[in-house]
Structures are given as structure tokens and as C-alpha cells.
């Protein structure tokens, strides 16, 4: 199995233009997320799904779209990008929805706004 | 305001003996505890989980205590080797029903031969 995959590794974006971070799972997980990481701050939930068709806001929503129309698919689209938005995105899964579950995480998207 | 303090951002220990982390929260009542390793470039990686009703648990080298009086949960390594050298990262469910997960901005241990 390959886990959670994340593409792109990296990208460069301008000011203003839109991109979507992939992410996949082939571990049959219900619970997906995805989360920031910025310096200092640790992860920072963006947006989460508890299973296909539904999503919902974390943390740190502003800026971010999620759609989930597959189990195995959760991608995160930046609609305008701004520099504020540069950091290391990460995208997770889990089994089911509870507090004992470990997360699995992708390796990462690092992403700069120009 | 909730949060969770790792306490401090790096760590130098000399091989062979025991680093501990600290991870304190605020304003939370989670009824699990977890940490996790992050290597450099890497997403973080799952390596031990408490419950609240647990004031211990092993794994190998790794030791996790958790006190939920004083908020507070030490993660130890013993008789640590450079290869124990990353970013650990300790984690909460804000709310306790498995949707908001809150981690910590971790602690860069380096372990020094």
C-alpha cells in the first residue's frame, strides 16, 4: 500500500492565480484532513471530511476549498492564492472518527507564494 | 485561549541518555494523547497513544505519562541514539469526537554522539 500521497512535492505560485493539492489514500480511511504548518505554530487543521460527501471548516478555513466526491480523494484548492498562504500543507486519514485513531500523513506539499 | 506548549523548541542530549519532552494544554479535557516523530522533509509519523485513565505506557525505548491534573504529558527516550534525532510532535482531539485534531509545535531533539 502507498498510504496517503500527496502531489505536488513543490510548487511556485504568483500572487492571485489558483492550484489544487492532491491528495489520495488507498487505505479505505473514512476521516480525511489537511492541515498547515508554518514555524513556531505546529499543524493547523484547515479543512477535515468524515467520508465522501461531506467535509467541514478547522481551524484555518479561510482561502482553502475541499470537495470529497470519493473516499479515496481529498484535494484542497487555493482559489486565489496570496502570500500568506506559503507554508508545508499536509494531508491525513484515519480508519473512522474517533480520538484514538492515529493519523496517517502524506509526505507534504511545500508551497510558495510569490 | 486553548492551546498546547511543547516546552522547548530544541533539544541537545548526549547518546545513551534520556530526553524528555514536555507537552502542557490548556482548556482542553482530551480523553487521548498522542505523539508523533517528523523527520526533516517528511510528514509526521504516529508513535504512541495515552488515555486519560493511563498514567503510563511503553513501547520499546519510549515512554509517554500523561497527568490530567496538571495538564501535562512527558514523552521520554531512553537510552537515546542520533537516529532518535527529529521534531516530536504531541496532539490532541480538541473536542473529543474524533473531527479537530490540535497538535503542538513540537520539540527538535538532537542527539549528539
Known amino acids: 500500500n502507498a498510504g496517503v500521497t500527496q502531489t505536488p512535492k513543490f510548487q511556485v505560485l504568483k500572487t492571485g492565480q489558483s492550484m489544487t493539492l492532491q491528495c489520495a489514500q488507498d487505505m479505505n480511511h473514512e476521516y480525511m484532513s489537511w492541515y498547515r504548518q508554518d514555524p513556531g505554530m505546529g499543524l493547523r487543521l484547515i479543512h477535515y471530511s468524515v467520508g465522501a460527501g461531506i467535509t467541514d471548516q478547522g481551524e484555518v478555513p479561510n482561502g482553502y476549498n475541499v470537495s470529497r466526491s470519493t473516499t479515496e480523494d481529498f484535494p484542497l484548492r487555493l482559489l486565489s492564492a496570496a502570500p500568506s498562504q506559503t507554508s508545508v500543507y499536509f494531508c491525513?486519514?484515519?480508519?473512522?472518527?474517533?480520538?484514538?485513531?492515529?493519523?496517517?500523513f502524506g509526505d507534504g506539499t511545500r508551497l510558495s507564494i510569490l | 485561549s486553548q492551546k498546547i506548549e511543547q516546552n522547548s523548541e530544541a533539544l541537545n542530549i548526549q547518546e545513551g541518555k534520556t530526553a524528555t519532552l514536555t507537552c502542557n494544554y490548556t482548556n482542553y479535557s482530551p480523553a487521548y494523547l498522542q505523539w508523533y516523530r517528523q523527520d526533516p522533509g517528511r510528514g509526521p509519523v504516529f508513535l504512541l497513544l495515552?488515555?486519560?485513565?493511563?498514567k503510563e505506557k511503553r513501547k520499546e525505548r519510549l515512554k509517554v505519562t500523561f497527568d490530567t491534573t496538571l495538564k501535562q504529558s512527558l514523552f521520554h527516550i531512553t537510552a537515546s541514539q542520533p537516529a532518535d534525532s527529529a521534531t516530536y510532535l504531541c496532539a490532541l482531539d480538541e473536542d473529543n469526537y474524533g473531527q479537530n485534531f490540535v497538535f503542538g509545535p513540537g520539540t527538535r531533539l538532537s542527539v549528539l554522539p
Open positions: 495515552i488515555r486519560e485513565n493511563e
Open positions: 491525513a486519514s484515519t480508519p473512522g472518527q474517533a480520538s484514538n485513531q492515529p493519523q496517517h
